[in-house]
């Protein structure tokens, strides 16, 4: 029911609900009134003919029903990544996410950090992470360089072969416990003294770029045959210099902004004077991994 107040002057106010009307003179409010009329009219004709479809789908398996959302969402605008991630069961990655969640396997840089709603933590958010950041490192670390997704081939063989999801677990825990190790702000963290509001305003550290730039450096030295304790003393080195803001000038901040190290390129195009973390762009970012990964045989001299 539609609820009308009106006043007829030569000033009058013509309201319908929070619409309202200025009318000047007589002629026009009449017009303007049996108008509005006429179009709430067609509106409720139109409604009474039309119907909505409403498919339900009965699932009693709580992961199955977990799947069908996330096949219907796959085409559906507006649903985040984290949401997929952890309702996902067919990317071996998702498993893979989804057991590392899990309370009883949850390592502890994870613990009560995880952000499960949005995909980017930032501000006041107290979380470390989202959840589909997790997944992005878990691929960084245990997938070719360059590749956005696991083969087919590959997926196929994880369906099969339980082990090949314990790997990535494995392997994106050792990096975890290289983190926690090596940053002193992430020990902080995990012992309650520091919030991750408090690591991302004075550490790179609390940057999901700079995070992924460390799982491909892994991933890297790993592959070139260099240990876990060669790749955590390089942590430790890199540990001392991520306080932002980047200051030219400073012994640190020359060394993120290449200063006396010959850069060409896109390496010169990585970190600007005032960031506060490495750019983003995917060529960046697989430069820094390369320069990075080259200063484990040939440090420059601020490490």
């Known amino acids: ?19 309202e009307i200025k009318i000047y003179d007589v002629s026009f409010f009449a017009v303007s009134y049996w108008g509005v009329v006429w179009e709430l009219i067609l509106i409720q004709q139109r409604l009474e003919k039309e119907s909505v479809v409403i498919d339900l789908i009965i699932e009693d398996d709580q992961q199955a029903a977990r799947q069908v959302f996330v096949d219907v969402a796959d085409k559906a605008e507006g649903i985040k990544k984290t949401i997929l991630s952890r309702f996902d069961q067919r990317q071996v990655v998702h498993r893979a996410l989804q057991a590392m969640l899990d309370p009883e396997n949850m ?24 959840a589909s950041k997790i997944a992005q490192l878990i691929h960084e670390i245990n997938s070719t360089p ?17 082990t090949i999801e314990e ?53 890297t030295l790993k592959s070139q045959g260099h240990s876990i304790n060669d790749i ?19 012994v640190s901040g020359d060394l993120w902004l290449g200063k006396d190290q010959d850069l060409t390129g896109v390496q010169t195009e990585v970190f600007s004077d005032g960031a506060k973390a490495p750019s983003a762009r995917a060529q960046t970012v697989k430069a820094l991994i390369e320069r990075i990964a080259g200063w484990i045989d040939n440090p420059p001299a601020a490490l």
Not at 3 to 16: A, D, L, P, V
Not at 110 to 130: C, H, M, T, Y
Not at 146 to 162: C, I, M, N, W, Y
Not at 233 to 245: E, M, R, Y
Request: charge should be neutral; charged fraction near 25%; hydrophobic fraction near 40%.
């Open 107 to 130: 390592h502890p840089l994870l613990w009560d950090r995880v952000e499960n709603q949005v995909d980017n933590v930032s501000g006041k958010n107290l979380n470390f992470i989202a």
């Open 232 to 250: 955590g003393a390089l942590f430790s080195k890199i540990s001392k210099h991520c306080g932002v803001p980047i200051s030219s000038g400073t």
């Open 146 to 162: 360059g590749t956005r997704k696991f083969s087919k081939s590959f997926e196929e063989r994880a369906l099969v072969d339980p």
């Open 1 to 19: 029911m539609v609820n009308w107040e009106f006043n007829c002057s030569w000033n009058s106010i013509f309201k319908i609900k929070r619409l």
């Open 167 to 219: 790997e990535l677990i494995t392997e994106t825990a050792t990096f975890f416990d290289l983190l926690l190790q090596n940053f002193e702000d992430l020990e902080k963290m995990v012992e309650g003294d520091l919030s991750p509001v408090d690591i991302r305003r004075q550490s790179m550290i609390g940057s999901i770029t700079m995070l992924r730039v460390l799982a491909g450096v892994y991933r």
